[in-house]
């Protein structure tokens, strides 16, 4: 037998002690805060040093003991293909079921709470992977359709969202419950209007904004959907400026769930391919929701979303618009779509949200 040393990433809050780091927690400054190796004791005032450090997530190794002949050193690029290739699998297993759960649902038919719940069980198993969902995601792009995939990577934001609002479980069940229900009154759309590369006019807008009422007319009288999930599938589109639809709600007249769907219905949203357009980078999704939604999406839960999402990238290569790779090292508390980067050639700390730097992008992850 041979024992063998594995990293995973975890928030600072599942941190416990006797936890080993398996990376070197680096500041926005490029300084050694923790080194890698370092036994982790007096966990809370460590959580709290982190956090003051603006760290969320951090690197903790595992021990795994194998039979010595099984033993495979196996390349990060060779563990990120399995790792998408698992997410792809997940997402295509549960897609089947979905397929037929949502017919039924729209044909009046009975399903049982089982099912969904299972389907649930599926979905979230994606966090058991090496790799973050977040940085899964943004990796899969073959997944994106107007329903499933979207259905699918909501439930996973929405979840994430309601685990560091710390939601109950009870709560975390009705939350992911409608946010894989949320739109499946868009299959009663017209797909040439949801697929429309252009020209959408005004009568497109109005077909494509009755999915919310086709929803919730499909669920509302199945008895072990809450009244709470039921009014969140409503009302994921209500903003908080009262812009939204379908009843121009505003402020805390929205339900918790819908406005916590909104944000990551829009994030998913931004990040996937579109028949008008191409997916954009997480961090282009960050400073659009900051720049554009401000002021229609819940301003608390939007920027402790847009702060965690940001960690979540922590250790992600990425290119510059420099032609350059590098690894994000730093999310800072304001500008966070800018991170602070090192470049991997030169080991040099580029802060992007700095006036100089201010003309380099980050072109691809």
Known sequence: MVSMLKMKEIAIEELESGMRLAKDVISHRGNM????????????????FLEQHGILFVFIEELQTDKIEDVVVETESEKE???????????????????????????????????????????????????NVFQLMQRVKELDDVTYAHSYNV???SYSIGKWLKLTDKQLEGLTMASLLMDIGKIKVDSAVLNKRDNFTND??????????????????????S???KQAILAHH???????????????????FARIIAIADIYSAITSDRPYREKMTPFQAISILEK??????????????????????????????????????????????????????TEKIVDLSSKENYNIEIMSF
């Open 155 to 157: 439930t996973l934001i």
């Open 81 to 131: 293909v399995k790792e998408i290739k698992k997410y792809k699998d997940g997402y295509i297993q549960v897609k089947n079921s979905m397929e037929n759960d949502f017919q039924k649902i729209l044909q009046g038919e009975g399903i049982e709470k089982k099912g969904i719940v299972d389907n649930l069980g599926k979905i979230l198993a994606a966090f058991g992977h090496k790799m």
């Open 204 to 225: 497109d807008l109005i077909e494509c904004k009755k999915h919310v009422i086709y929803s919730y007319e499909a669920i509302k009288n199945y008895d072990f959907i």
């Open 33 to 48: 805060l923790i080194p890698k190796g370092q036994k982790l004791e007096a966990i809370p005032r460590t959580q709290m």
């Open 292 to 345: 554009d939604y401000a002021q229609k999406l819940d301003t608390k839960i939007l920027y402790h979303f847009m702060h965690r999402i940001g960690n979540c990238f922590i250790g992600q290569q990425i290119v510059l618009s420099t032609g350059e790779y590098a690894r994000i090292i730093f999310i800072p508390k304001r500008n966070i779509y800018r991170p602070v980067v090192k470049i991997d050639a």
């Open 227 to 229: 009244h709470e999930t």
């Open 238 to 256: 209500e903003r908080m400026d009262g812009s939204g639809y379908p009843l121009a709600l505003k402020g805390d007249k929205i339900p918790l």
